[in-house]
C-alpha cells in the first residue's frame, strides 16, 4: 500500500443524538518501519475530558497531531462532529482522501494547546489571542477585542493585556496560549503536555485554569499528561497507551485503584516512585 493514501474505513451507524465527537477507526500512523499509532480505536463523546497517559513513545501526543492535522496517518479515518476529517465524498459518494480545504475546515472545531507555548513575541498577549479570529474568523477588530478581552480574564489575566510574552511567566505565557486556542470557538480542546515545561507552582495554576474550563463550559477535552494526581482528579476516563495502542482504560478510579494490566501497574508504580 501506497503509505499517502490512507484505507478508507466507513464511518459506523450511529444516530445523531450519540455519535461521538472525536472518531478515530482503525488509525495507524507509521515513521518508516516503526509503527506509532497502531489499529487504533477510540471515542470520545461530547463533553467528555479524557485523559491520556503511558510511557514516552506510545503513541500520545501523535493522537492529538493527527486530529489537529498535524500528521498525516497512513490507514483509517478519523471523525469530528459527525464528519470525516481525514476523508471526504467525491462525486459518486464514496470517502477519498480529504483535501486541505476540507480538512482545515472541519479542523476549525478542534483547538489545541502545546507543551510550548508558540505566542508571537512581537504581540502582547491581547493582539496574541484577537489574531487569529481576526485573520482566519473574519471577526472585526472590535469584536475580536471584546472576545479577547473576556478570555483572557477568564484564565486570569486581565491585568496583562498590554504584556509582551517576554514580560510574563512561563505559567502566563501557557495561559494566553489557552485563551488563545478558546478564541476559535473550539468544540474539541487539545492539551498535549501543556505543564511539562513549568516549574510545580506555574504548572498548578495552569491545570487550575484547565480545571475551569472544564467546569463551565461544556468542551470536549483530550489531555496527553503525566500529572496523573490532576488526571485522576479531572478526567471522566483515563487511557493508557503501551505501543500505539489503548491497553487499559477506565474511570480514574479504576484505572488508578485498580489496573488490570501488568503493564499498566508497572508504569503507575514507575511514576508513583519518580514523585
Do not use: C, W
Given at each position: 500500500m501506497n503509505p499517502s493514501t490512507p484505507t478508507p474505513v466507513q464511518p459506523t451507524e450511529t444516530s445523531a443524538s450519540s455519535e461521538p465527537m472525536v472518531q478515530f477507526r482503525d488509525v495507524t500512523k507509521r515513521y518508516g518501519d516503526l509503527t506509532v499509532l497502531d489499529?487504533?480505536?477510540?471515542?470520545?463523546?461530547?463533553?467528555?475530558?479524557?485523559?491520556?497517559?503511558?510511557?514516552s513513545g506510545s503513541g500520545?501526543?501523535?493522537?492529538?497531531?493527527?486530529?489537529?492535522?498535524?500528521?498525516?496517518?497512513?490507514?483509517g479515518m478519523i471523525m469530528v462532529d459527525g464528519e470525516p476529517l481525514t476523508h471526504m465524498p467525491d462525486a459518486n459518494?464514496?470517502?477519498?482522501?480529504?483535501?486541505?480545504?476540507?480538512?482545515?475546515?472541519?479542523?476549525?472545531?478542534?483547538?489545541?494547546?502545546?507543551?510550548?507555548f508558540n505566542l508571537f513575541p512581537h504581540m502582547n498577549a491581547l493582539q496574541n489571542v484577537m489574531e487569529a479570529p481576526v485573520q482566519v474568523l473574519g471577526l472585526s477588530t472590535a469584536e475580536a477585542r471584546e472576545r479577547a478581552t473576556e478570555l483572557l480574564a477568564m484564565v486570569g489575566l486581565d491585568d496583562k493585556?498590554?504584556?509582551?510574552?517576554?514580560?510574563?511567566?512561563?505559567?502566563?505565557?501557557?495561559?494566553?496560549?489557552?485563551?488563545?486556542a478558546l478564541a476559535m470557538r473550539p468544540?474539541?480542546?487539545l492539551f498535549d503536555e501543556v505543564t511539562s515545561a513549568l516549574d510545580p507552582e506555574l504548572c498548578g495554576e495552569v491545570l487550575n485554569v484547565i480545571r475551569r474550563l472544564g467546569d463551565a463550559h461544556s468542551l470536549t477535552m483530550l489531555m496527553v499528561t503525566h500529572q496523573m494526581g490532576f488526571a485522576r482528579e479531572f478526567a471522566d476516563r483515563v487511557c493508557f497507551f503501551n505501543e500505539g495502542?489503548?491497553?487499559?482504560?477506565?474511570?480514574?478510579?479504576?484505572?488508578?485503584?485498580?489496573?488490570?494490566?501488568?503493564?499498566?501497574q508497572a508504569f503507575?508504580?514507575?511514576?508513583?516512585e519518580a514523585h
Open positions: 489499529h487504533l480505536d477510540l471515542d470520545v463523546h461530547n463533553g467528555e475530558k479524557v485523559a491520556i497517559i503511558g510511557p500520545k501526543s501523535t493522537l492529538l497531531r493527527a486530529l489537529m492535522t498535524l500528521e498525516d496517518i497512513d490507514e459518494g464514496q470517502l477519498v482522501r480529504a483535501s486541505s480545504r476540507h480538512q482545515r475546515n472541519v479542523r476549525g472545531k478542534v483547538g489545541m494547546v502545546f507543551q510550548s493585556f498590554e504584556h509582551y510574552p517576554s514580560q510574563l511567566s512561563g505559567g502566563q505565557q501557557q495561559r494566553v496560549a489557552i485563551a488563545r468544540k474539541v480542546m495502542r489503548i491497553l487499559e482504560e477506565g474511570t480514574p478510579d479504576e484505572l488508578f485503584g485498580n489496573p488490570q494490566q501488568e503493564r499498566t503507575l508504580s514507575a511514576v508513583n
